[in-house]
């Protein structure tokens, strides 16, 4: 299973400091950017990518470095990011008031490469856990976004998007009881995770919560090869027929036979309902480059549109160059 790489950012205004600190992080396997300034830093985690985890050495007065972290804590992108800051023991500055004013860890000067990358693993494994989804334990927000984000950065090979809805689930989350709802979530999240590894790219898949998925898949060809798209294509089409035929486990053999859901509403009015499907939205880098991100989320966000006005499972892919 794919797991994107984990990025870090040292914000660190030594230069022969800031080129040990990034030769350690990448030699165990992390992908280190670097910021010389406090409002480098800042700068680099506004401008859209995503980091896992910011470590902090600057020989700046207490004053400025208690505001950046107020920054970064008052911040909703980095208001939950890790951060680990490297303090001189001279300074006036204690644990307590690093911790404090908003800091996770703190490494007194010298310190030995392996107590460092320890923190970092242990911070990075923390907030790892918190972002799995309690339910199907697929990856949830912070790691989609980190996916999302490292496509955008990819310019050659090929990648791929698919956003995946289950249709009409409330009504039958509602009518059966959201203990029935989790098993189809769950089954669903299986599902996904069966059907999409049998592709020959590698694999991320997320839960973005609710009936919403992720499924990501990456290839080191270039991006202009039509095979990888159309492997892709058989995969998603698996899946929507597979979802079709596992999702009549969850009815009643009356629902089945009448071929669609009554549901009772608010005002005592019966209505009716289709049984669930999926509707998912791909999207690949194989026509277009995206730049940033929310390129990405908006083309997603407009595939999706279009494939839920389809009645019935339906995959349908990002034909815009």
């Not at 680099?44 to 208690?66: C, N």
């Not at 290839?219 to 089409?237: F, N």
């Not at 079709?244 to 089945?256: C, H, I, Q």
Request: hydrophobic residues 40%; proline residues 4%; glycine residues 6%.
């Amino acid at each position: 299973m794919y797991s994107p790489r984990t990025s870090i950012l040292v914000i660190e205004d030594d230069e022969a400091a800031a080129a040990i600190l990034r030769e350690l992080i990448q030699d165990r396997g992390y992908y280190a950017t670097l910021a010389t300034t406090s409002a480098d830093g800042l700068k680099q985690l506004a401008s859209g990518g995503v980091h896992d985890l910011v470590v902090i050495d600057l020989a700046i007065p207490d004053l400025e470095r208690w505001l950046l972290l107020s920054r970064l804590r008052s911040t909703p992108a980095t208001a939950r990011l890790p951060i680990i800051m490297l303090m001189d023991p001279a300074e006036k500055a204690q644990e307590a008031d690093v911790l404090a004013a908003g800091a996770d860890d703190y490494i007194a000067k010298p310190f030995s490469p392996a107590r460092l990358l320890a923190r970092v693993e242990a911070l990075i494994r923390r907030s790892v856990l918190q972002s799995i989804n309690p339910l199907t334990g697929l990856p949830g927000n912070r790691q989609v976004e980190q996916f999302i984000a490292k496509c955008a950065r990819e310019t050659t090979a090929f990648w791929a998007i698919a956003y995946i809805d289950i249709d009409v689930f409330k009504p039958f989350n509602d009518n059966y009881g959201f203990l029935q709802g989790d098993e189809v979530l769950k089954t669903t999240a299986d599902l996904i995770t069966r059907t999409v590894t049998r592709s020959r790219h590698d694999v991320f898949i997320g839960h973005i919560g609710g009936d919403d998925f992720i499924s990501g898949l990456t290839s080191s060809a270039d991006r202009s090869d039509q095979s990888c798209e159309e492997d892709v294509k058989w995969v998603l089409q698996t899946l929507a027929s597979e979802f079709d035929e596992l999702v009549k486990g969850f009815y009643s053999d009356e629902d089945l036979a009448r071929g669609f859901l009554q549901v009772e509403g608010r005002r005592g009015v019966i209505e009716s309902y289709p049984l669930m499907s999926i509707s998912i939205a791909a999207v690949t880098n194989r026509r277009r480059v995206f730049g940033h991100p929310l390129e990405i989320s908006s083309a997603l966000a407009s595939v999706k549109r279009k494939a839920k006005t389809s009645a019935g499972s339906t995959v349908c892919f990002d034909l815009r160059s």
